[in-house]
């Protein structure tokens, strides 16, 4: 599933339910997918910009990848990124971000 | 030197959306005072977020032939969208009756499977021992997550047993400088059980007495606050 959301769009309001719906179709539990809506909504409060997001299901685990975040704004939150989900990494001006069962 | 903002807004009310951009960077420090006014109540980004739109709504009407600055016009619809959302998030979050009834029974449904399996259960999992179907618990679940977090005041204070030299050792440890100082001591404990002792949302339950759901709510609220605090110290680019 992808989309793209304007600077203006409620992107906190957006993205959590996707979370919710598509952890809930790779089996996630629901401390997992809440810890990842965190996730997302911390990188997406820290600046209002346009941005996309990806989200990609298989059954067991989930990847998020939200693109155009400040990467140095990125490397000092790594770690608290790296309590939230599984796996964390920069990639193309984004970050993306998996939880395995 | 950048474009006037009344001619900036004729061509966002034309679809402009290069122009909508550069209307929002020239007018976002009419945002970010108006913004000020109601810091504290609600998030900072989503009052700023809220403040874009009315900006938006304001170009879509205005006629630059009536000679107002487009500041002074767009200011009432700015005010206006900020004012809504700060009813929006101060108000109880008003569900239709069965949702509500929803939660409550999703709610109970996972401290018991908690308790049981002693881990967080799947959406599934509540939706089979909750007998609902997996929509209904999806819209229970959203409808929490909407919810204005429970105050940290009804815990009791001897749970929160951190010395300040511990928080302030965990706190150096995640790089956040100062901006946790400025929190209250029980949200910076919340964050510090979360982030530097890396407890489980359900092992900070237990420790302090309350629900998981609960204390996902207290730590999206207090780390809403450090996104917050990182946006000030953001270039604005």
Known sequence: ?101 | MSEPAELLAGRVARGDDAAAEELVDAMRPLVSSMATRFQGRVPRSDLEQAGVVGLLRAAATFDAEHGTPFGGYAAPFVMGEMLTCVRQQSAPVRVPRSVAENERAVAATVDLLTSEHGRSPTVAEIAERAKLDEEAVLDALRASMAARPVSLDEIEPERFGETDETLEAVERRLELGTRLDRLDRRSRVVLVLRFGMELSQREIAERLGISQMHVSRLLRAAMAEIADEGEDDAPSG
């Open chain 1, 1 to 101: 599933m992808r989309t793209r959301l304007s600077a203006a769009a409620p992107q906190v309001a957006v993205l959590g339910p996707l979370a919710l719906v598509m952890g809930s179709r790779a089996g996630l539990s629901l401390e997992q997918i809440d810890d990842l809506a965190m996730a997302i909504e911390l990188v997406v409060r820290h600046r209002r910009d346009e941005r996309g997001a990806e989200f990609w299901a298989e059954p067991g685990s989930l990847e998020v990848f939200i693109s155009e975040v400040d990467q140095a704004w990125l490397e000092q939150h790594l770690g608290m990124l790296a309590v939230l989900v599984s796996e964390t990494e920069l990639d193309a001006g984004g970050v993306r971000l998996r939880v395995n069962v």
